[in-house]
Protein backbone atom coordinates (compact mmCIF):
# COMPACT_ATOMS: atom_id res chain seq x y z
CA UNK A 1 0.00 0.00 0.00
CA UNK A 2 0.94 3.66 -1.01
CA UNK A 3 -0.35 6.16 0.95
CA UNK A 4 -0.31 9.51 -0.57
CA UNK A 5 -0.88 13.03 0.82
CA UNK A 6 -1.30 16.01 -1.03
CA UNK A 7 -1.00 19.85 0.31
CA UNK A 8 -0.53 23.55 -1.29
CA UNK A 9 -3.76 24.04 -2.50
CA UNK A 10 -5.78 27.25 -2.19
CA UNK A 11 -6.97 30.76 -4.05
CA UNK A 12 -4.80 32.54 -6.02
CA UNK A 13 -5.03 35.55 -8.53
CA UNK A 14 -4.38 34.59 -12.18
CA UNK A 15 -1.22 34.92 -13.06
CA UNK A 16 -0.39 33.54 -9.27
CA UNK A 17 1.80 30.44 -8.32
CA UNK A 18 1.23 28.14 -6.40
CA UNK A 19 3.56 24.80 -5.21
CA UNK A 20 1.42 21.79 -4.53
CA UNK A 21 3.00 18.67 -2.83
CA UNK A 22 2.41 14.96 -2.46
CA UNK A 23 3.46 13.08 0.33
CA UNK A 24 4.06 9.16 -0.35
CA UNK A 25 4.16 6.77 2.44
CA UNK A 26 3.96 3.24 2.63
CA UNK A 27 5.46 0.52 0.31
CA UNK A 28 9.00 1.41 -2.17
CA UNK A 29 8.32 4.94 -2.67
CA UNK A 30 11.33 4.87 -5.17
CA UNK A 31 9.79 2.57 -7.18
CA UNK A 32 6.82 3.88 -8.59
CA UNK A 33 6.32 6.63 -11.10
CA UNK A 34 4.14 9.55 -10.20
CA UNK A 35 1.04 11.58 -11.68
CA UNK A 36 -0.63 14.70 -11.03
CA UNK A 37 -3.85 15.16 -12.27
CA UNK A 38 -7.19 17.46 -11.91
CA UNK A 39 -10.88 17.39 -12.23
CA UNK A 40 -12.95 20.22 -12.42
CA UNK A 41 -16.61 20.44 -11.35
CA UNK A 42 -19.01 18.77 -14.02
CA UNK A 43 -15.46 17.90 -16.34
CA UNK A 44 -13.63 14.35 -15.90
CA UNK A 45 -10.18 13.71 -14.44
CA UNK A 46 -7.63 15.37 -16.64
CA UNK A 47 -3.85 14.56 -16.98
CA UNK A 48 -1.62 17.35 -15.78
CA UNK A 49 1.98 15.93 -15.88
CA UNK A 50 3.94 12.43 -14.57
CA UNK A 51 7.39 11.58 -13.57
CA UNK A 52 8.64 8.41 -14.03
CA UNK A 53 10.16 6.63 -10.59
CA UNK A 54 13.95 7.77 -11.76
CA UNK A 55 12.92 11.55 -12.05
CA UNK A 56 15.09 11.29 -15.21
CA UNK A 57 11.87 11.59 -17.54
CA UNK A 58 8.83 13.99 -17.09
CA UNK A 59 5.39 14.30 -18.94
CA UNK A 60 3.21 17.53 -19.58
CA UNK A 61 -0.32 18.35 -20.99
CA UNK A 62 -0.46 20.85 -23.21
CA UNK A 63 -2.17 23.00 -20.92
CA UNK A 64 0.73 22.58 -18.48
CA UNK A 65 3.66 23.26 -20.90
CA UNK A 66 6.11 26.02 -19.85
CA UNK A 67 3.95 26.99 -16.84
CA UNK A 68 3.84 23.85 -14.29
CA UNK A 69 6.99 21.84 -13.11
CA UNK A 70 6.88 18.30 -12.00
CA UNK A 71 9.90 17.59 -9.52
CA UNK A 72 10.53 14.79 -6.93
CA UNK A 73 12.55 14.22 -4.22
CA UNK A 74 13.11 10.60 -2.84
CA UNK A 75 14.74 11.51 0.15
CA UNK A 76 11.62 12.88 1.33
CA UNK A 77 9.16 10.46 -0.13
CA UNK A 78 7.73 13.69 -2.01
CA UNK A 79 6.35 14.79 -5.80
CA UNK A 80 6.00 18.61 -6.09
CA UNK A 81 3.67 20.70 -8.84
CA UNK A 82 5.26 24.03 -9.41
CA UNK A 83 2.43 26.03 -11.14
CA UNK A 84 3.25 29.59 -12.52
CA UNK A 85 1.27 31.62 -14.64
CA UNK A 86 -2.07 30.12 -13.59
CA UNK A 87 -5.35 30.88 -15.09
CA UNK A 88 -8.26 30.37 -14.02
CA UNK A 89 -9.33 27.43 -16.17
CA UNK A 90 -6.58 26.15 -14.16
CA UNK A 91 -8.86 25.72 -11.21
CA UNK A 92 -9.62 22.41 -10.12
CA UNK A 93 -9.28 19.68 -7.10
CA UNK A 94 -5.70 18.48 -7.97
CA UNK A 95 -4.91 14.60 -7.33
CA UNK A 96 -1.31 13.02 -7.03
CA UNK A 97 -1.23 9.36 -8.12
CA UNK A 98 1.01 6.65 -8.06
CA UNK A 99 1.45 3.82 -10.47
CA UNK A 100 3.87 1.05 -10.26
CA UNK A 101 6.60 1.16 -13.73
CA UNK A 102 6.34 2.97 -16.65
CA UNK A 103 4.43 6.27 -16.59
CA UNK A 104 0.80 6.41 -17.93
CA UNK A 105 -1.04 9.60 -18.97
CA UNK A 106 -4.27 7.78 -18.15
CA UNK A 107 -5.54 7.94 -14.50
CA UNK A 108 -7.18 4.61 -14.80
CA UNK A 109 -3.90 2.92 -14.90
CA UNK A 110 -3.00 4.22 -11.55
CA UNK A 111 -2.58 2.12 -8.23
CA UNK A 112 -2.79 4.77 -5.49
CA UNK A 113 -4.89 8.39 -5.06
CA UNK A 114 -4.45 11.11 -2.55
CA UNK A 115 -7.83 12.69 -1.63
CA UNK A 116 -6.90 15.91 -3.56
CA UNK A 117 -5.96 19.30 -3.10
CA UNK A 118 -8.28 22.04 -4.29
CA UNK A 119 -6.63 25.07 -6.23
CA UNK A 120 -8.71 28.36 -7.37
CA UNK A 121 -7.71 30.94 -9.69
CA UNK A 122 -9.86 34.31 -9.73
CA UNK A 123 -10.00 36.41 -12.24
Known amino acids: QVQLVESGGGLVQAGGSLRLSCAAS????????MGWFRQAPGKEREFVSAISWSGGSTYYADSAKGRFTISRDSANDTVYLQMNSLKPEDTAVYYC????????????????WGQGTQVTVSS
Open 97 to 112: AAIKGIVSKSPISYDY
Open 26 to 33: GRTFGSFA
